[in-house]
């Protein structure tokens, strides 16, 4: 099943060329599923409404069947089942420090104390950050920065994680890093999307890939038979 829907999904930001123009696609529940396309094809943009950060000009969004709505207590639930983790961690990273960055989500939740930082604790020790929780994140490299953006987004424990590029901007080490993560966390049940431009990436990396081109969706299914041309 789908955990995640788009149907018609048409978008243009201000002053724009359309950004989504019409895109129909389904999210299958438990996968790993890249969003392929070049710079400008529309990613970021859908995956802004995903999780309800932009609303449709035209058409719908749906988790799990339900179409999303948009008052500030539906868009809180939704938020803690999809998380999104941004291109750039400095679009994402507002505390003075690491450890009060992944606890605002989770604070926000109104969860007791100990709560919090108990997720706080298995987020970073998840990304391999615990030894910084309390450093600046201004201090930390561009790699480290955005690790510190994916503990934000686990310590909502989503059932869905997007990631927008994740692998933009890294060295081939912490590229390998990133992509262990995600298997690691598909492999405990979580949906898993991430954007990239990067073919070998999907080849590699995704159960199933949607292939995105100027705004509208030119293949949907799985990466084999991407691959295999039809
Ligand atoms: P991608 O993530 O695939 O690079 P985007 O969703 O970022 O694609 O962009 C899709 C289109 O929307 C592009 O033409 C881009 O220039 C435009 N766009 C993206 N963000 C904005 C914005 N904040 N304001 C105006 N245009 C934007
Ligand atoms: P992405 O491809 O992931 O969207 P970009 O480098 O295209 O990354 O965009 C970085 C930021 O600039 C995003 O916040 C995006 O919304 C914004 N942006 C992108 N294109 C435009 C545009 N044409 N006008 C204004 N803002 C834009």
Request: glycine fraction near 10%; aromatic fraction near 6%; avoid cysteine.
């Amino acid at each position: 099943p789908f955990i995640i829907e788009t149907r018609g999904l048409a978008y243009s930001y201000e002053n724009g060329e359309p950004a989504l123009k019409g895109v129909t696609l389904g999210i299958s529940e438990g996968k790993k599923t890249v969003i392929l396309g070049p710079n400008g094809s529309g990613k970021s943009t859908l995956f802004l409404h995903m999780n309800g950060v932009l609303r449709p000009g035209k058409g719908i969004v749906l988790y799990e069947g339900e179409p999303l709505r948009y008052d500030n207590k539906s868009l809180a639930s939704l938020r803690q089942k999809v998380g999104l983790v941004f291109q750039n961690p400095d679009d994402q990273i507002f505390a003075s420090t690491v450890e009060e960055d992944v606890a605002f989500g989770p604070l926000n939740l109104g969860l007791p104390r100990a709560d919090v930082e108990e997720r706080v604790e298995a987020a970073l020790d998840i990304v391999d950050m615990a030894g910084f929780r309390s450093r600046p994140a201004q201090q930390l490299s561009f790699g480290q920065r955005k690790r510190v953006a994916i503990a934000g987004a686990l310590a909502m424990d989503p059932r869905v994680l997007l990631m927008d590029e994740p692998t933009a901007g890294l060295d081939a080490q912490m590229v390998r890093e990133i992509l262990e993560l995600t298997e690691e966390l598909n492999y405990k049940g979580k949906t898993l999307v991430i954007s990239t431009h990067d073919v070998d990436l999907a080849y590699e990396w995704a159960d199933d890939v949607i292939l995105m081109s100027e705004g509208s969706v030119l293949f949907s299914g799985t990466v084999d038979g991407l691959f295999e041309g039809e």
